[in-house]
């Protein structure tokens, strides 16, 4: 990680693209400001280039954060998601952040994969054509292997790893910034968050470990209808290079895309929101990235998922509890949900029950079982934000992918079908969870698991000795005692529970 001094240089450099492109504060909005900020924009517009005269104001923040690099390109494609809340020409205007980038010469991709193959390009690929599109860390080509079979090859950008650095450095120091001027700000745990990006950044810049995501995701998506995978085609993977199947279908980010005959886009957005939480509920491993750039589709309904970079991972804890939230919210069982979030330490224990569930009744109540054409998502994020404020929720690090990826996924199903209603679409993946994991026989199944471990670690316990356990049992009893009763009643819970779950 760069040191303070370059950070914070870097913060200043990016300020100031941000001033030159009239990105910063943008004149188009600077009537909406307060007069003393009005008065500072003016000021910093006056040393604004030439390109802060040109195109509209997403336009000019697009040409921005493309000059500022690859972590500011990835915050473009979250915002470019989310017309509902910017305006929907801001956020076409930032889409080409998404895979439509400059692209770097095709000479240093083949001399990229060479240098990881070890020999010539030609004695793995017949023919290995110009860039199809460009992001912020890497761009695809299109290929054909010498057994004929037709691949997209992803390739790193040069030097990429020293911006990404650079970036986060930057990022980093900023947090800090926050923590330290901006105390109401701490609950957000801009540093915390900074690690995550960090983390899940540095997996990114790895295409080996991102062949081995899709290949996980790719076995977990094909346990349901919902969304597919390209097949990893591992003789063509290295360090900085990926190469996957080709993907029949047409980008959902290209012009025109849902407006292809035979498309279902009803069912499509729904496609998209179960196959998210299918695999975060069932597996606990998700795409963590699931902007239009990296979805392409086919009628009637079909979904292909591309650039495995961006995993996120959940817990079993972490999965009842979203799943219980989401079931809580799909009943309007606010009491319950208010319930999973002190049980999950969501909530401090400070706080009352009933005064949580009351507040996420006057969130719930107006958005559930409505159409996402008549729901603010602007007005709803305003609201949760304060009430997490109110209720001294802090940022939890484990679930910001997760957040991120809940925020983007509706974002894309809304454009998809403005009409879509996000809890009849999750309703059946989280009704299925809750029946297969919350049953009765799931509880016992659970129960006998425990107590299986239990006798494990109990039996263990009693090999470390050097005589047979009963033997302790026979020169110690009043010591152990109490250790034959514990492991006979995890024997007796063993027996009860594999006796009720083979009658059911």
Same mark, same amino acid.
């Given at each position: ?18 001033? =030159? ?157 926050? !923590? ?47 969304? =597919? ?85 959940? &817990? ?28 999950? &330490? ?17 969130? &719930? ?32 690090? !484990? ?104 009658? &059911?």
């Amino acid at each position: 990680m760069p040191g303070q001094i370059s950070s914070a240089l870097r913060l200043i450099a990016a300020g100031w693209v941000l001033v =030159r492109h009239d990105a910063l504060v943008p004149r188009e909005i600077s009537h909406l400001l307060p007069a003393p900020v009005r008065f500072a924009a003016r000021v910093l517009r006056l040393a604004s280039g030439p390109a802060a005269r040109r195109g509209r104001p997403g336009e000019r923040l697009a040409a921005a954060f493309e000059k500022l690099g690859p972590v500011s390109i990835k915050m473009g494609q979250l915002l470019s998601t989310r017309g509902d809340i910017f305006g929907q020409t801001f956020a076409e205007d930032l889409s080409r952040l998404k895979d439509r980038l400059p692209p770097f010469p095709t000479s240093q991709a083949v001399a990229e994969i060479e240098a990881g193959l070890g020999r010539p390009l030609g004695s793995l690929f017949s023919d290995f054509a110009a860039p199809v599109g460009a992001a912020s860390l890497a761009q695809a080509h299109a290929a054909q292997m010498a057994d004929g079979r037709r691949v997209a090859v992803k390739v790193l950008r040069p030097r990429i790893e020293r911006r990404v650095a650079a970036d986060l450095g930057a990022m980093a120091l900023s947090a800090r910034w926050v !923590e330290a001027l901006a105390p109401p700000l701490r609950r957000l745990e801009p540093k915390a968050f900074v690690a995550t990006v960090a983390r899940s950044m540095a997996l990114e810049l790895d295409m080996r470990l991102e062949a081995a995501a899709a290949s996980e995701l790719g076995d977990v998506m094909a346990r349901d209808p919902y969304m =597919r995978a390209p097949a990893v085609v591992w003789e063509g993977v290295g360090k900085r290079f990926l190469t996957l199947e080709w993907v029949q279908g047409k980008p959902l980010s290209a012009a025109g895309a849902l407006d292809e005959p035979g498309l279902d886009r009803p069912a499509l957005a729904d496609n998209l929101i179960r196959a998210f939480l299918a695999q975060a509920l069932d597996h606990g491993v998700f795409h963590a990235d699931l902007h239009e750039g990296n979805l392409f589709i086919a009628a009637p309904a079909q979904l292909f998922a591309v650039d495995f970079g961006i995993v996120g991972r959940l &817990g079993p804890g972490e999965r009842r509890f979203l799943a219980e939230i989401l079931w809580g919210f799909i009943r309007r069982d606010y009491r319950r949900i208010a319930e999973v979030h002190f049980e999950a &330490g969501y909530v401090p224990a400070t706080h009352g029950i009933d005064d949580f569930a009351q507040a996420l009744r006057a969130v &719930g109540e107006p958005i559930v079982g409505r159409p996402a054409s008549e729901v603010s998502m602007g007005r709803l994020l305003g609201q949760l934000f304060e009430i997490t404020g109110l209720f001294d929720m802090h940022m939890r690090s !484990e679930l910001v992918l997760l957040q991120k990826t809940m925020v983007t996924v509706e974002g894309v199903a809304r454009r998809i079908d403005p009409d879509n209603d996000i809890w009849a679409a999750a309703r059946p993946v989280v009704e299925r969870w809750i029946a297969r994991e919350l049953s009765p026989a799931a509880r016992l199944k659970d129960l006998a698991g425990k107590g299986q471990k239990l006798l494990d670690a109990l039996t263990r316990l009693a090999e470390t000795k050097d005589v047979p356990a009963a033997a302790v049992v026979v020169e110690r009893p009043a010591t152990h005692a109490g250790l034959v009763a514990v492991i006979a009643l995890a024997a007796l819970v063993i027996a009860l529970s594999a006796l009720v779950l083979g009658r &059911g």
